[in-house]
């Protein structure tokens, strides 16, 4: 992870032990926290929020631009407890709300880490399949008795 410039955070609240950051990753990324949250339905709120905003349309030279957002959520304690982790979590989370579609956030949770494992442990046999020139391909024409020369593919 990198050092952020001040710039690129922003801290609303005077308080800074509640105080809620926003820091960007990279281009399209940032990261949240929000350290005052006590429960699911309070993070919630908050996401449900922050997109309220980004939806707002903003005019820049004349053209209506409308942000979207997909959000991948962890939370400390429960599902990680060191930064790393934490955020390999919320990239889960991320990778499958995109798949969703647009506007999406999804809660990490301990099966999408095993989905990741067996979708890595898939692409691995089938690399190794390759390599080894262990697939092959049958094709099994269906042919239509009622009609003469047909075939279903």
Known sequence: METFRLSDSVLPSVDTNNA???????DSEFISILPSIQND??????????????????????????????????????????VDALL?????ALVD???????EFLF????????????????SQLHLALERDELYLNFQPIILPWKQGALKK
Do not use: C, F
């Open 20 to 26: 809620v950051s926003l820091s960007r990753v990279s």
């Open 108 to 123: 990490y949770n301990k099966e999408m880490n095993i989905n990741a494992k067996r979708a890595l442990q898939l692409e």
């Open 41 to 82: 339905a309070d993070i919630t709120w908050a996401v449900y929020r922050m997109m309220q905003v980004l939806n707002i349309p903003v005019e820049i030279d004349g053209h209506e631009i409308v942000m979207t957002a997909n959000v991948g959520i962890s939370i400390y304690p429960s599902d990680a407890q060191e």
């Open 97 to 103: 709300a995109r798949e969703k579609g647009r506007g």
């Open 88 to 92: 390999n979590h919320a990239k889960m």
